[in-house]
T-cell receptor, first 110, second 113 residues
Framework: KQEVTQIPAALSVPEGENLVLNCSFT??????LQWFRQDPGKGLTSLLL?????REQTSGRLNASLDKSSGRSTLYIAASQPGDSATYLC?????????FGAGTTVTVRA | SAVISQKPSRDICQRGTSLTIQCQVD?????MFWYRQQPGQSLTLIAT?????????ESGFVIDKFPISRPNLTFSTLTVSNMSPEDSSIYLC??????????FGPGTRLTVL
């Protein structure tokens, strides 16, 4: 069974600092990995999708890397802003189903 | 990308009653899924909604408690039956094309008294 772990569980940084969020998974037989953002009481917004054959994806201030062989992904958010405060979830797709980590709750202080 | 809407967005229900949640996608998707997110927890997959056939349930979830319909490639419903306070959660649907990007609805926040 796929296990997805996210470290740290919570993170608080001053505005402008770069964020580094980590995700690890136990079974490297994945189709892809997605990073999501969730605001309190809301649904999930897809941030980045990395296919299993890719090493990284970038969108604006966000960059996600994938090392499938070691079962790791890292999400970098450059020059953080208070609007980046949210919970970030990573999920891996295997057998057409998503397995989620518990998330990292980020607070960016103005 | 796909845009997914859910109804209702929230509800407060009495113990022992049932609630049906609707999920509508703005384009045809191969796969649709239903998740539960209990307070302070991550998402747990309830079932895969299969078009024209019975849903595929994950361990710990049964059809009598969570009947699901999927009459076409853009619509699905989840019913939470005979509710108890332990069913208070956010219920989310998602859609996508198998191993491609999954998109999520805004969720339905259910409180059972």
């Amino acid at each position: 069974k796929q296990e997805v772990t996210q470290i740290p569980a919570a993170l608080s940084v001053p505005e402008g600092e770069n964020l580094v969020l980590n995700c690890s998974f136990t079974d490297s037989a994945i189709y892809n990995l997605q990073w999501f953002r969730q605001d309190p009481g809301k649904g999930l917004t897809s941030l980045l999708l990395i296919q299993s054959s890719q090493r990284e994806q970038t969108s604006g201030r966000l960059n996600a890397s994938l090392d499938k062989s070691s079962g790791r992904s890292t999400l970098y958010i450059a020059a953080s802003q208070p609007g980046d405060s949210a919970t970030y979830l990573c999920a891996v797709t295997g057998d057409y189903k998503l397995s989620f980590g518990a998330g990292t709750t980020v607070t960016v202080r103005a | 990308s796909a845009v997914i809407s859910q109804k209702p967005s929230r509800d407060i229900c009495q113990r022992g009653t049932s609630l049906t949640i609707q999920c509508q996608v703005d384009s045809q998707v191969t796969m649709m899924f239903w998740y539960r997110q209990q307070p302070g927890q991550s998402l747990t997959l309830i079932a895969t909604a299969n078009q024209g056939s019975e849903a595929t349930y994950e361990s710990g979830f049964v059809i009598d408690k969570f009947p699901i319909s999927r009459p076409n490639l853009t619509f699905s419903t989840l019913t939470v039956s005979n509710m108890s306070p332990e069913d208070s959660s956010i219920y989310l649907c998602s859609g996508g094309a198998g191993d491609n990007e999954q998109f999520f609805g805004p969720g339905t926040r259910l409180t059972v008294l």
